[in-house]
């Protein structure tokens, strides 16, 4: 075919497409080239003018891809290269027009082999032949190789000819010969990124056995060995039987086709009816330990030379990992939904410099899971989405979890509470009789689970039975029962958290709805009747706890009303009076109720002077210096969106972190500045700090800021205390090494004002509840609280423990005494009574006045040198 004829009928339309594909983004994942007007003319151009075109695509493809002086010795420069004459030297501009004009071939040539042309076999062949001779080899061209063409588009074209006219001799052995080649051997580590070679091979193989009436030879297929996974999951389908070993790689071959977000209905289809040709529970249990090998996987880190990196799975056992996830979806037993979950957590998990594990197999189980039957794998996805930290795939689940809540007819929060499994619990207790031993599980308020073990007799035992471990059937009913009680460990653990979030909803159950899915719940009856709650209907509305089957009021007395007509919601106190407030606090204290989430003895934020004349902003939590990674995390967990800052030039010199409230329509922003210091950042270029800046409520659309006074009391009081905790819990102030290994000089004053100045809100709450508490230890005699410090009377010295760091002071000299927490609490609290769940900084407070009262008795030689004068 000459080339000229070509450029004349092509360079006119061939210019105008690559205008518009520049014009509408199309290079860079903008308006697709199909949907471009002049691309029309393209497809309907008839096989003649098809043909042509993707001959001039493959041609202009290579002689770009060729160094300058091959470019020109090839003949032609193309129809671009005319407009800059025959230079040897390129300008960068040029070099950039070449690059597009590259992508602008690969699109093009893509768009158009996916529609219907007939090739006639000698033309197929010429054109493979084209391919392969530019392979690297016979022509120097650079970074491109004979697997990165898309072959599959090309062999699907021959395909359709040989199906309507059979394959001659001379194409059979031409594919014959092509499986031979280099590309198809062996399983390379590189496939190329626009095919892959190994599924191309069983496609021409089919090619080559149409007609006959044999089955194509299933070609072996194992997995990338640069990873534990795959080489573990090789070793295992080399022990079994080779009809074992046939249908595993018929599997394997399918499902590592798995692309996109999500599977079409011909991959299950498929992917089921391969799946439907093993044995089915020998299978389930199959895939369920490989997939539960990949939650184990922890990432390897790889050394250079120069830096070190780490590695989890590799991408093409990824992508097959992520097929095989899919192919789950038909099955829909406990174990499986367990499994994928805990999958989906390992899988977002962050590696060091490079982000989620592996995200697409992530996705993938959370398709599963939001496609299986009734609300287990729901109930998977509402505790998912308050562990997973990233944002799209919060924003993911949630969208699978409104698509539940419109087939049931129900809101979000209502099918959260629709899907808490109940694990066999009666208000978190129930037996499992294992032989004739008897084990009783307790889930307590404080999300730990008791298991006691009863013998025959009756009397406890404290290690498991003999008869249990002895027998195999027992002792795998046993490993199901420890499955499922860490299960319901992080169910309840979600649930508590979600509890704790509902404050700012404002939710009201019916007392129907309440008494099914929280107060007689087998889980959250735990937490519920921890709880203190408003009852509201006509003619009353009254603050009650559960208490011994019945609701009390504050002064204790049983609460009657009409239950029909009793609606529910979560006290807060920032509708309570202070009276009210400290009535409800001495009655916790009297009946020693420790709740599992902080309510009666809740901070409350409310809008100061300072913030009534900014108006639209907070400064309260400013100009504190952070561990920015401690704060993203801790951020994440409380739902809200960060992201890291780093010394790379993003030109990012602040960030926002972003609390979404769509009930409420708007948006709180808390601004974060870089603290640009140097060597002051990770391996991964992520800065060690960050300084805060001031807290606005913005609306959800147009971004208008809201003035403070029009923010409800509730949402307000809720997004401070967020604020104030990611202060609290990240601020440099609170490292009792920080000052001493180095910090940040120019910021050792923040760190000492912090250490020991004003007490935050929960500090302030800390204090109250310390005044409370210490009368009643055997610390009473020597630790009295006094402004915002714990003093404590040692035998060497004395002490002043601020209350909100927990740093030290030794008198007389306010000399800094150094205690770093041991990740085991060096004096036990666990006996002392504190009102609420997860105050570690009380504990610390607590733990380091106990141990300071009796200073004559320390033996650690680092707090002892520090002691004398």
Known sequence: MDMKEILTELTPLWLQLFLEAQQQGTLYSGTPITQLPTYETFKNGGDFFKKATVEYCVDRFITLSLPVPDRQQAGWDGVLSKIFGKNKELTTEEIKLRGKEKRFCELLLQALLRTKINYEEEEWIALMQKMKFCDGKAVKMRYHSFAHWPLGFFVK??????????????????????????????????????????????????????????????????????????????QTI??????????????????TSANGGKPTQ???????????????????????????????????RVDTERWHYYTFLNTTNSNLLKGMVWSMVQFHDTK???????????????????????????????????????????????????????????KLIGKYLQEAASKLGVT??????????????????KEVLLGEYTLQITLQSNGKVLQ??????????????????????????????????????????????????????????????????????????????????????????????????????????????????????????????TTTILAWRERMETLEWQQPIKQVFRELYLLTDAEVNTRTYSNRMAAHLLKQHQFSALASTRGWTYSLMGA????????????????????????????????????AGIWYYVATDQVRFVREEGGEPIPLVDIPKIIFSEVMRDVDLFVGVSSVGNDPEWRDNGGLPQYRDYWQSYSFGDLTEVAKNRKAILERLIPRLKIRNVAEVDGKFLKVKGKIRNYKIHIGSTNILMEPNDQYLCIVPARK?????????????????????????????????????????QLHY
């Open 157 to 234: 074209q021959i395909e359709r000819r040989v199906k309507q006219k059979g394959a001659s001799a001379k194409l059979k052995n031409y594919l014959g010969e092509m499986l031979s080649w280099d590309d198809f051997q062996g399983n390379p580590k590189y496939y190329g990124w626009r095919t892959n070679m190994e599924k191309l091979k069983q496609n021409i193989q089919e090619i080559l056995m149409e007609g006959s009436s044999e089955k194509p030879e299933v070609l072996p297929y194992y997995l990338n060995e640069e990873d534990a996974w795959g080489r573990m999951i090789n």
């Open 238 to 255: 080399k022990e079994k039987k080779e009809e074992e070993q046939v249908q595993w790689f018929a599997y394997f071959r399918y499902i």
């Open 266 to 300: 011909k991959f299950l289809k498929t992917a089921k009816g391969l799946v439907d040709a093993f044995k089915k529970e020998p299978f389930k249990e199959t895939i369920q330990e490989w997939l539960q090998a990949v939650t184990n996987m922890k990432e390897e």
């Open 336 to 394: 499986t939904l367990s499994i994928l979950a805990n999958l989906a957590e390992r899988c977002y998990r962050k590696i060091p410099g490079v982000g989620p594990a592996a995200a697409s197999v992530g996705n993938a189980c959370i398709y599963v899971l939001a496609n299986s039957r009734g609300l287990e794998g729901i109930s998977h996805l509402s505790r998912l989405r308050l562990r997973i930290k990233q944002a799209n795939t919060r």
């Open 412 to 429: 979000e929060e209502e099918i959260g509470d629709l899907s808490v499994p109940s694990y066999g619990l009666t208000e978190g207790y």
């Open 452 to 577: 006691q073990w009863i013998k025959p007799d009756g009397k406890p035992q404290k290690t498991v039975p003999t008869a249990v471990k002895n027998d195999s059937k027992l002792a795998d009913k046993l490993k199901k029962v420890k499955l499922e009680v860490k299960e319901l460990q992080k169910t309840y653990a979600a649930q508590r958290d979600r509890l704790d979030r509902t404050f700012v909803l404002e939710r009201q159950w019916t007392y129907e709805n309440f008494e099914k899915y929280y107060l007689t719940h087998g889980l959250t009856a735990v937490l519920a009747q921890r709880m203190l709650w408003i009852l509201h209907s006509k003619e009353q509305e009254v603050s009650a706890l559960w208490r011994d089957g019945r609701w009390e009021d504050i002064q204790g007395a049983v609460v009657q009303m009409d239950w029909e007509q009793v609606k529910v919601s979560l006290w807060h106190p920032v509708y309570a009076e």
């Open 648 to 683: 790379y030039d993003d030109g990012r010199e602040n960030d926002i972190a972003m609390l979404h409230l769509p009930e409420r329509k708007l948006k709180v922003e808390y601004w974060i500045n870089e603290v640009a210091t140097d060597d002051s950042f990770n391996d």
């Open 825 to 865: 609490k060096e004096v036990n609290t666990d006996k002392v009574f504190l009102p609420f769940e997860g105050d570690r900084g009380l504990s610390l407070v607590l733990s380091k006045a106990m141990l300071l009262s009796e200073d004559d008795k320390i033996e650690d030689p680092t707090i002892l040198s």
